[in-house]
């Protein structure tokens, strides 16, 4: 399965990170990468739900052990924004999108 869109998210930095929009359930191979669990609000408009990073988006995400209050929270997607910069870039990304939306499961 595709991703279905790509959007924008802004970090309290003003940065903008490109990701890729899929159904939760979609399998992906091994790759470093940024993602955010989002619940649909509206016909392609996402609130984050929780934000991380990974050094393998292959790794199944059911077994994260922050999925079942993910899934209470009503998420629907997670985005991608492939992240071949290392462990440090990708921490900061994290920090930055975090501090700008203050999702839930992140608290």
Not at 38 to 64: C, K, M, N, V, W
């Amino acid at each position: 399965m595709g991703a279905m869109a790509t959007i924008k998210w802004q970090g309290r930095s003003g940065r903008k990170y490109r990701y890729w929009v899929y159904k939760i359930g979609t399998r992906f191979k091994e790759s470093p990468a940024n993602y955010i669990f989002t619940r649909e609000t509206a016909d392609l408009t996402f609130a984050p739900i929780y934000i991380s990073q990974t050094d393998d988006l292959s790794q199944r995400f059911d077994g994260h052990d922050k999925m079942p209050l993910i899934q209470g929270n009503g998420a629907t997607h997670i985005h991608i924004h492939g992240n071949s910069r290392g462990e440090v870039a990708r921490l900061d990304e994290e920090a930055d999108l975090i501090g700008m939306w203050n999702p839930a499961c992140n608290s």
